[in-house]
């Protein structure tokens, strides 16, 4: 694989084409197409208004694939997630009426408005990649990408997120409002669109085989063993903080799943592919920390009390772990 990989060319169209329709949030496009392209799923967390909805319609006009949105709110049931059984009187018999769940992407906006049954409706389609309704269970599409976004100014109401389904997002994304430069662009953007001049024709679609095609470059890239015990050592800082020190030990109650360093491992090796390069290097590790790891650590009483954020010990466990 190199530069020149016809796949690569292909997906940084798609991001460039991307980042043409939805300004000022460069990241979460980035973050966007890297769940697609390690098969994983995207936990977005940020105002409303920020085009997280949007970015995930778009990069389903590129893909070849379908696409369903649902609302979740707290009296949604998990059949309105999975599908349910509809009952025929011609003959007496059930069959199954599959849900949205059986789309290639999948929004699920607000997720923490559902209660905890709707919200573990997606763990076994999450984690497994099938339904299960009574005895029988249905393969969801082997495309299959979730974006979910939860509102972190409004609380009221809202379910949080167990442990367990966190950990079944690949990265768990923060996006902050767009600069003033970024805003006039967006201004200009929603103008031409409304004049029917923004218009533009999405860029060469995205079949399904070029993703799996792109997923095998990946995971075929070279890492040394020097990066991949610095990958490890970073997951161990988490698991083990009073080896680095009692202050990291006291903010940190859990660490890092396993599921974090398959994580880490596979977006590292995105970033490198996406750079062209055909290794991965410590900087590719360290560009995916704190959106793989975040939502996987469990915070001390104590760091909640005084404010310390997942992020600020992660930026200490990245600044104590010797880099190869």
Known sequence: MSESSPTLIKVKNTIQWLDSRIIGQQTLVERLVLALLCGGHLLVEGAPGLAKTRAIKELANVVEGDFHRIQFTPD??????TGTEIYRPEDGSFIFQKGPVFHNLLLADEINRAPAKVQSALLE???EKQVSIGRETFPLPELFLVMATQNPIEQEGTYPLPEAQLDRFLMHLRVDFPNKEAEHKILQLVRGETLELGNQ??????AAADIFAARKEIISLHMADSVEEYLVQLIMATRNPQAYGEEIARWIDYGASPRGTIAMDLCSRAVAWLDGRTFVTPEDVQAVVHDTLRHRLILSFEADAQGITADKILDDIVEIVPVP
Do not use: R
């Open 125 to 127: 389609a999450m984690g």
């Open 76 to 81: 949604l049931l998990p059949s309105d997630v």
């Open 201 to 206: 024709e999405p860029v060469q679609m995205i």
